[in-house]
């Protein structure tokens, strides 16, 4: 036989008083016992794991476990007190709701202390706006299911409730099937990090700027007019977004420029990368590149692609390096071509000539004038 079943025995053969006194003690000494050994136990768990998380849910739970010693020292001790049957059941729940409310506490507890200690560490932006979501779920669940407990422990039918909580949840369900989506969509885009606070993204519609706040129900940017765009977290779990931070801040822009077919190719390459490394702007590493991408119509296509130090400095680089490109193959005598269309006009004496033959003019893309400076019909 088990030791368990021995000492009960062993109380069986007590007088009833005595019984009641070595189960009341039995129940005090437990709880002693947890309260002191739980103690020793925590400073020995806390002491080798690190953060402050571990310490608040151990301290926490720790006082209703030897509240529980002593409620279950309350509820065995009806058997030898031998009460009426109706009496006897009421103790009992009495003991289990008072149980029941503890550990509610203690959960309700728990959570709040363990979202005020994450909000409170250096963490992101992002993570303190969320962190309280889960906290006031886990708040709301706790105390659902200790009411569905407590209901049944007092023998109350809860098929109705049921019923009727079901019904109410559809009825709501559709009446907020946006805040809904919402809200799972911000616990969506948190645990895939696709964004947090700070981050420069551009959205599928084309805004572009920079994270300011995440919270339950919408992301909010600051673009780059500094106009707050506020964005619904359900549209955003579904649209495509960049996120121009990630996974490094570092951005490549690209400079793309027409060089003349009579060009030396090499001496534009060396040209365009001087003008690189004299911009203090761009990152030495990845370090500079020119790529000659096509024969267009007009000039070979050409891209100077460099990397700078954050998402919102390239307008700036661009801006830069844009005066810098035109004024470095101005000096190198780099031609930068642009289009050019050649118009042959066929008929009577067009223009006035005297021979009647045909002209040619030679027309810039924006229209102008022919070679002997006459206006062009339809340049326009």
Same mark, same amino acid.
Request: hydrophobic residues 50%; aromatic residues 6%.
């Given at each position: 036989?088990?030791?368990?079943?021995?000492?009960?025995?062993?109380?069986?053969?007590?007088?009833?008083?005595?019984?009641?006194?070595?189960?009341?003690?039995?129940?005090?000494?437990?709880?002693?016992?947890?309260?002191?050994?739980?103690?020793?136990?925590?400073?020995?768990?806390?002491?080798?794991?690190?953060?402050?998380?571990?310490?608040?849910?151990?301290?926490?739970?720790?006082?209703?476990?030897?509240?529980?010693?002593?409620?279950?020292?309350?509820?065995?001790?009806?058997?030898?007190?031998?009460?009426?049957?109706?009496?006897?059941?009421?103790?009992?729940?009495?003991?289990?709701?008072?149980?029941?409310?503890?550990?509610?506490?203690?959960?309700?507890?728990?959570?709040?202390? *363990?979202?005020?200690?994450?909000?409170?560490?250096?963490?992101?932006?992002?993570?303190?706006?969320?962190?309280?979501?889960?906290?006031?779920?886990?708040?709301?669940?706790?105390?659902?299911?200790?009411?569905?407990?407590?209901?049944?422990?007092? @023998?109350?039918?809860?098929?109705?409730?049921?019923?009727?909580?079901?019904?109410?949840?559809?009825?709501?369900?559709?009446?907020?099937?946006?805040?809904?989506?919402?809200?799972?969509?911000?616990?969506?885009?948190?645990?895939?990090?696709?964004?947090?606070?700070?981050?420069?993204?551009?959205?599928?519609?084309?805004?572009?700027?920079?994270?300011?706040?995440? %919270?339950?129900?919408?992301?909010?940017?600051?673009?780059?007019?500094?106009?707050?765009?506020?964005?619904?977290?359900?549209?955003?779990?579904?649209?495509?977004?960049?996120?121009?931070?990630?996974?490094?801040?570092?951005?490549?822009?690209?400079?793309?420029?027409?060089?003349?077919?009579? %060009?030396?190719?090499?001496?534009?390459?060396?040209?365009?990368?001087?003008?690189?490394?004299?911009?203090?702007?761009?990152?030495?590493?990845? %370090?500079?590149?020119?790529?000659?991408?096509?024969?267009?119509? %007009?000039?070979?296509?050409?891209?100077?692609?460099?990397?700078?130090?954050?998402?919102?400095?390239?307008?700036?680089?661009?801006?830069?390096?844009?005066?810098?490109?035109?004024?470095?193959?101005?000096?190198?005598?780099?031609?930068?071509?642009?289009?050019?269309?050649? *118009?042959?006009?066929?008929?009577? @004496?067009?223009?006035?000539?005297?021979?009647?033959?045909?002209?040619?003019?030679?027309?810039?893309?924006?229209?102008?004038?022919?070679?002997?400076?006459?206006?062009?019909?339809?340049?326009?």
């Amino acid at each position: 036989m088990t030791p368990i079943a021995d000492f009960m025995m062993w109380l069986a053969t007590l007088p009833r008083w005595q019984t009641l006194v070595v189960i009341v003690l039995a129940s005090v000494l437990a709880a002693r016992a947890v309260q002191v050994g739980g103690d020793a136990l925590i400073r020995a768990l806390t002491a080798r794991i690190e953060g402050e998380v571990d310490d608040v849910a151990l301290q926490t739970v720790h006082p209703a476990l030897y509240l529980s010693a002593l409620l279950a020292g309350a509820y065995f001790a009806r058997a030898p007190l031998a009460l009426d049957a109706a009496l006897d059941a009421d103790v009992a729940a009495v003991v289990v709701s008072a149980l029941v409310l503890v550990w509610m506490a203690t959960l309700v507890r728990l959570g709040r202390r *363990v979202s005020r200690t994450i909000t409170a560490a250096e963490t992101t932006t992002a993570e303190r706006s969320v962190v309280p979501v889960f906290q006031n779920v886990w708040s709301a669940g706790v105390i659902a299911l200790s009411s569905f407990a407590l209901l049944r422990v007092w @023998n109350y039918d809860v098929t109705p409730l049921l019923a009727s909580a079901g019904i109410l949840g559809i009825v709501l369900g559709f009446a907020a099937r946006d805040t809904i989506a919402n809200f799972f969509g911000s616990i969506a885009l948190y645990f895939d990090g696709t964004y947090k606070v700070g981050d420069y993204i551009v959205t599928e519609n084309g805004d572009r700027g920079r994270v300011e706040d995440v %919270s339950i129900r919408s992301t909010t940017i600051r673009t780059r007019d500094d106009v707050l765009v506020t964005l619904p977290n359900s549209v955003l779990n579904s649209a495509r977004v960049i996120n121009e931070s990630g996974p490094k801040r570092e951005r490549r822009i690209r400079i793309p420029v027409g060089i003349a077919y009579a %060009s030396d190719l090499d001496h534009v390459e060396e040209t365009l990368l001087a003008v690189a490394a004299a911009e203090s702007l761009v990152q030495e590493r990845p %370090s500079p590149r020119v790529r000659f991408r096509e024969f267009g119509d %007009s000039a070979i296509e050409t891209e100077l692609l460099v990397w700078v130090a954050d998402p919102v400095l390239r307008g700036r680089a661009t801006h830069l390096l844009l005066k810098a490109v035109h004024a470095g193959l101005r000096d190198a005598d780099i031609g930068i071509p642009f289009p050019q269309r050649e *118009v042959h006009i066929v008929g009577d @004496n067009p223009l006035g000539s005297p021979t009647g033959e045909g002209v040619t003019a030679t027309v810039d893309a924006d229209g102008g004038t022919d070679v002997a400076g006459h206006d062009v019909p339809g340049a326009d």
